[in-house]
């Protein structure tokens, strides 16, 4: 089971860059790296997916190194609205819930 | 388009009653339906995985006959709480099976009250 730690919450200020980091240590050969964002009382939203190296959409970046044992979701020029709690997940389609357990994420606070 | 819809979107019940919370998949079909539960500042636990046309599969410490899960469609799964208490207050979610590996659509979530 591919747990994950992310930090409880971060702060920071409207236009800057973010980097939440998330550490999964046992991550298996099959597992893909999924973050998830979350407003109050809505459902997750996927973010953005990964296997290894880098992956960038339209909203975010994923940096994953060779280890594969840690990510970070960056975003960039971040805004207000970007308040959420951002989920970290590890696993692969067929491998069970292991793939569907949500972390505590990560708060993160967008301030003026 | 990959939309998920829940309904209702809030209900407030009286101890001893049944609610029944409907997850739609709106334009595409889905196989697979999740339900999870998320307390107050908690994180989203799995309660159980939902397949179309066979019983769903509970996860442990969850009771199936008081979670009652129904996924007679690929665009439907209900979940059922029977003689909900208000320990069974919580926002309920369900999210379907996406096309990438471990993607996943959430639906709005469902808050419900028990008093």
């Known amino acids: 089971l591919a747990k994950t730690t992310q930090p409880i919450s971060m702060d920071s200020y409207e236009g800057q860059e973010v980097n939440i980091t998330c550490s999964h240590n046992?991550?298996?050969?099959?597992?893909?790296i999924t973050w998830y964002q979350q407003f109050p009382s809505q459902g997750p939203r996927f973010i953005i997916q990964?296997?290894?190296t880098k992956v960038t959409n339209e909203v975010a970046s994923l940096f994953i190194p060779a280890d594969r044992k840690s990510s970070t979701l960056s975003l960039p020029r971040v805004s207000l609205s970007d308040t959420a709690v951002y989920y970290c997940?590890?696993?692969?389609?067929?491998?069970?819930?292991?793939?569907?357990?949500f972390g505590k994420g990560t708060h993160l606070i967008i301030q003026p | 388009g990959a939309v998920v819809s829940q309904h209702p979107s809030w209900v407030i019940c009286k101890s001893g009653t049944s609610v029944k919370i409907e997850c739609r998949s709106l334009?595409?079909?889905?196989?697979?339906m999740f339900w999870y539960r998320q307390f107050p500042k908690q994180s989203l636990m799995l309660m159980a995985t939902?397949?179309?046309?066979?019983?769903?599969?509970?996860e442990q410490g969850v009771e199936k006959d008081k979670f009652l899960i129904n996924h007679a469609s690929l665009t439907l799964s209900t979940l059922t709480v029977t003689s909900a208490h208000p320990e069974d207050s919580s926002f309920y979610i369900c999210?379907?099976?996406?096309?990438?590996?471990?993607?996943?659509?959430f639906g709005p979530g469902t808050r419900l009250t028990v008093l």
């Open positions: 999210s379907a099976d996406g096309v990438r590996v471990n993607e996943q659509f």
């Open positions: 334009d595409f079909q889905a196989t697979t």
């Open positions: 046992n991550i298996a050969t099959n597992d893909y």
């Open positions: 939902s397949n179309e046309g066979s019983k769903a599969t509970y």
């Open positions: 990964g296997y290894k």
């Open positions: 997940l590890v696993g692969f389609s067929g491998g069970g819930a292991d793939g569907l357990t």
